[in-house]
C-alpha cells in the first residue's frame, strides 16, 4: 500500500514537472512576432535599444526574468505605492497578452544585442 502511495505520488509529481516545463519554455520566435505585431520598437526604438524619448527605457538585452517579472507587473497593473508597476502604456500593449506571451517575449527581448553594460574603455584601472 505504502508502495503504490509512494508511485502515485513520484507519477503526479512527474506530471507536475513535464507540465512546468513544457509551460515556461519560451519560444524566440513568438516573443519576434508579438514584439513586431505590437510596435514595440515605436518607443524602445530599433532592435529595442534606442528609444526615442529619454523617459522610454532601453530593453534589449536586460535579464529575461527581470523582463518578464516587469511586463505581468504592467499587465497585472498593480498599483501598491509599495509593490509592482503602474503604467497606462505599458499596461495596455501588452493588455491581451497570455503568460506564456509574456515568456515568449521576454526571452526574445533578452536575447537582443543591447548597448548596456558596456564595459567602460576612456580610461585604464
Ligand atoms: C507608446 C510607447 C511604448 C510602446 C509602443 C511600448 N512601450 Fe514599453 N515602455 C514604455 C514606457 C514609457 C516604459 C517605462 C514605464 C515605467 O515608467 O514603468 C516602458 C517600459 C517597458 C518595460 C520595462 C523596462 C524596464 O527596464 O523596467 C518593458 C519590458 C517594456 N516596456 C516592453 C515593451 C514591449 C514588449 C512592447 C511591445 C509589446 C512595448 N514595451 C511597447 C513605452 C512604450
Known sequence: MNT???RLCALAFAGTLGFGAAA???DLKKGEDLVNK??????HGAGL?????PTY???AGQPES???HALQQYQA???TPIYG???AIMSGMIAADTTQDLHDIAAYVASLPTPLYAPDRTHSN
Not at 505590437?38 to 518607443?43: D, E, P, T
Not at 535599444?49 to 524619448?53: D, E, G, N
Request: charged share 10%; net charge positive; with cysteine.
Open 4 to 6: 503504490l502511495f509512494a
Open 24 to 26: 515556461h519554455a519560451a
Open 38 to 43: 505590437g510596435g514595440c520598437m515605436g518607443c
Open 49 to 53: 535599444a534606442k528609444p526615442v524619448a
Open 57 to 59: 527605457p532601453v530593453i
Open 66 to 68: 527581470y523582463l518578464f
Open 77 to 79: 497593473k498593480h498599483q
Open 85 to 87: 508597476r503602474a503604467n
